[in-house]
């Protein structure tokens, strides 16, 4: 099956990595095969590796590429309340792409070697971020660092239950998130 005519190349790779996000988060990526993204998307499965090598490298393009996205969404937020902007900035960019979302969180565990690394670094990065805001509120380094990953892991989960249309709106969850976390990390200092 050829490119539609009037198609780009570019708008092929977006309805690529559109449906691989969709299906990795549906499914898992282990349960998720190359001939399941090119059914998805309609393209013969050989079409698919014009744009990516293999699926491997296509997870780690979705997740290499969410994580940065979201660090770059975070160096654009100038909330006076630095805890605030973060959690907000983490559930605005999530919500906004919660398949993304969901594999960069459920599905590390399937990359490997270089791949791996370079994500857990970019992973660590971003934790960074939140462990020195918790720093400059007071915690000690080891609090931080246990405190970061709690709430990231808590954070995290929202695009797996958050519909939208549901009880409360995105602005209302991370109304709650910034009240959550500002009681359980009171500054100190």
């Not at 971020?129 to 990231?152: H, K, V």
Request: charged share 20%; hydrophobic share 50%; proline share 4%.
């Amino acid at each position: 099956m050829a490119r539609t005519k009037g198609s780009s190349a570019q708008a092929t790779r977006t309805r690529i990595f559109d449906a691989a996000a969709r299906l990795f988060a549906a499914h898992g990526f282990a349960a998720v095969s190359m001939r399941d993204i090119a059914a998805e998307v309609g393209v013969q499965v050989g079409a698919l590796y014009r744009y990516t090598p293999d699926k491997d490298s296509l997870l780690f393009d979705l997740v290499a590429g969410h994580l940065r996205a979201l660090m770059a969404a975070w160096e654009g937020c100038d909330d006076p309340v630095p805890l605030a902007g973060f959690v907000r900035n983490h559930l605005n960019f999530n919500l906004a792409q919660p398949a993304a979302a969901v594999i960069s969180s459920r599905e590390l565990h399937c990359l490997q070697g270089p791949h791996a690394r370079e994500v857990f670094t970019l992973r660590a990065d971003y934790e960074t971020i939140l462990g020195r805001i918790l720093l400059d509120r007071g915690m000690s380094p080891e609090e931080a660092a246990f405190t970061t990953r709690s709430i990231l892991a808590m954070l995290n989960w929202v695009p797996v239950w958050f519909r939208t249309g549901g009880e409360m709106t995105a602005a209302q969850v991370a109304d709650r998130y910034v009240a959550l976390t500002d009681r359980m990390v009171p500054i100190t200092v």
